[in-house]
T-cell receptor, first 110, second 115 residues
Framework: TQLLEQSPQFLSIQEGENLTVYCNSS?????LQWYRQEPGEGPVLLVT?????EVKKLKRLTFQFGDARKDSSLHITAAQPGDTGLYLC??????????FGSGTRLLVRP | KAGVTQTPRYLIKTRGQQVTLSCSPI?????VSWYQQTPGQGLQFLFE???????NKGNFPGRFSGRQFSNSRSEMNVSTLELGDSALYLC??????????????FGPGTRLTVL
């Protein structure tokens, strides 16, 4: 069974600080996705990484896929209150079902 | 382009009842997937429908079922509700250009409370 573990589970930081969220697995994934979910809403896709070692940037968010395609990280520079939410990583298993990590709940205090 | 819509947004039922949730995918999206989200188990895959056929199924009991119509709209049904079925039920649609990517576009969810 392919599993995705995210760390940390919770993160509370001050506006302007940097942070990194990790998504790890013992299995190889063909791709990994990152979603952000706000209260009362469904998750919103942020990015998909496909190639080992790939780095993608979305404004202040930087996503990296590990060389072995078993892990990924999300780095936020100068966090803002609008970044608050639940960050989820997800990847398709061998039968194309999307598996989600347990999530990182981020709170950015003004 | 309109996003994924789900109805109803909130639902309260009692144990033993059954419930039907509805989902309209983004126009042009032919794949619809359903997920259950709870604080304890996180987001878990229920099933996926494509061209009115169930293409994939998660590890849930037979009380959970679904279907897809010719216009890609989908419904899921939960029979004989249990307290543990209380959750946010999310529907997602995708273009299915490549199943390796399987990028999902989620609706706002239906919050089901079982009393």
């Amino acid at each position: 069974t392919q599993l995705l573990e995210q760390s940390p589970q919770f993160l509370s930081i001050q506006e302007g600080e940097n942070l990194t969220v990790y998504c790890n697995s013992s299995s190889v994934f063909s791709s990994l996705q990152w979603y952000r979910q706000e209260p009362g809403e469904g998750p919103v896709l942020l990015v998909t990484v496909v190639t080992g070692g790939e780095v993608k940037k979305l404004k202040r968010l930087t996503f990296q896929f590990g060389d072995a395609r078993k892990d990924s990280s999300l780095h936020i520079t100068a966090a803002q209150p609008g970044d608050t939410g639940l960050y989820l990583c997800a990847g398709p298993d061998s039968s194309y079902k999307l598996i989600f990590g347990s999530g990182t709940r981020l709170l950015v205090r003004p | 382009k309109a996003g994924v819509t789900q109805t109803p947004r909130y639902l309260i039922k009692t144990r033993g009842q059954q419930v039907t949730l509805s989902c309209s995918p983004i126009s042009g999206h032919r794949s619809v997937s359903w997920y259950q989200q709870t604080p304890g188990q996180g987001l878990q895959f229920l099933f996926e429908y494509f061209s009115e056929t169930q293409r994939n199924k998660g590890n849930f009991p037979g009380r959970f079922s679904g279907r897809q119509f010719s216009n890609s709209r989908s419904e899921m049904n939960v029979s004989t509700l249990e307290l543990g079925d209380s959750a946010l039920y999310l529907c997602a649609s995708s273009l299915v250009r490549d199943r390796v990517y399987n990028e999902q576009f989620f609706g706002p969810g239906t919050r089901l409370t079982v009393l």
